[in-house]
């Protein structure tokens, strides 16, 4: 357990005016992101068969919640830990075509998060996926989508200061845009974690792209899997939270792999096994149509609009009780 306590926090919404919020927090949130990027809500899957290939590998070592279902010859599925791959494939089966696109409500359950301020074990997001042309496969359509995402926090935030003029905005007029190896030259000597704290300090908002390849220094800036995002063409939406003095992750996106970079990454990481699978099968036979896409944790954009200082405060999980212990004694409302 890790538990950051603010200093002299005052949360400035009672938990039946936080309840309230988010309602309306999601409510607009979602209606502004369809708008903007041209998507249509699905209903989407809480659980999937291993043997699909569509589970979200995450960084690879997180073991996914399985079970048996009795009236399908016992065989075990496994609840998702995000839509990456689930999304790509219904866009085809859905008829979309180029430029739209769906998102949909993810609940996952990540087992082995290490709960903080941050994270929890169930996990909500806005999960989104959009058709493009194979010659968009670049980084101007990734920043470009980008600055659209963006422009939907923009607006959200300024919702939710008129509705509740207590709170404060921290959101700057622009996002900035920088590598993740151009930021371990920036922070040489800084961990991966301290390198985003401190470009966020400065900028307020970064787009750090480029995550999952080895850095100059023999590490990746994170670990990401390979058979999903581009890691050419990918990247994480980060934000300074001044209550908790550090970067703030609202959302992990990128073009999606086609044929020669998801061979090529599969090869980086030798998990050559994974090409056996039905959804990496489509993808190397050209089957599926070429995507960007990512999720927006809910909770994570509840938490930083209003303010609070732990993610509990916005969504009903468990946690251990010296961590709900503290809570209390620090003006923590965990829900």
Known sequence: MSLMIPT????????????????FVKDNFEKLLAQELNLTRVSAPLFVFPQSGLN?????????????IKDISNQEVEIIHSLAKWKRLALKRYGFLKNEGLYTDMNAIRRDEELDNLHSIYVDQWDWERI?????????????TVRKIYKVFKKIEALVKEAHPVLKSYLPDEIKFITSQELEDLYPGLSPK?????????????????????????????GRAPDYDDW???GDILFYYPILNQAFEVSSMGVRVDENSLLEQIN???????????????????KLPYTIGGGLGQSR???????????????????????????????????
């Open 56 to 68: 979200d590998n995450l960084s690879g070592i997180e073991r996914p919640v399985s079970f048996e």
């Open 301 to 335: 954009i509840c938490m930083f609009l209003l303010n609070k200082a732990h993610i509990g405060e916005v969504q009903a999980s468990v946690w251990d009780d010296e961590m709900i212990e503290l809570c209390e004694k620090s003006n923590i409302q965990i829900l």
């Open 132 to 144: 493009i042309p194979k010659e968009s496969r670049n980084l101007e359509t990734l920043y470009y």
């Open 194 to 222: 301290e390198r985003e704290n401190e470009i966020c300090k400065k900028y307020g908002a970064v787009f750090l792209s480029q995550i999952g390849r080895n850095l100059k220094s023999g590490q990746p800036h994170d």
């Open 8 to 23: 002299y926090y005052d949360p400035k919404l009672s938990i039946r005016q936080t309840e309230l919020a988010i309602k």
């Open 268 to 286: 980086e990481k030798k998990c050559f096994d994974r090409l056996e699978l039905d959804y990496h099968k489509a993808v190397l036979n050209k």
């Open 232 to 234: 050419a063409l990918n």
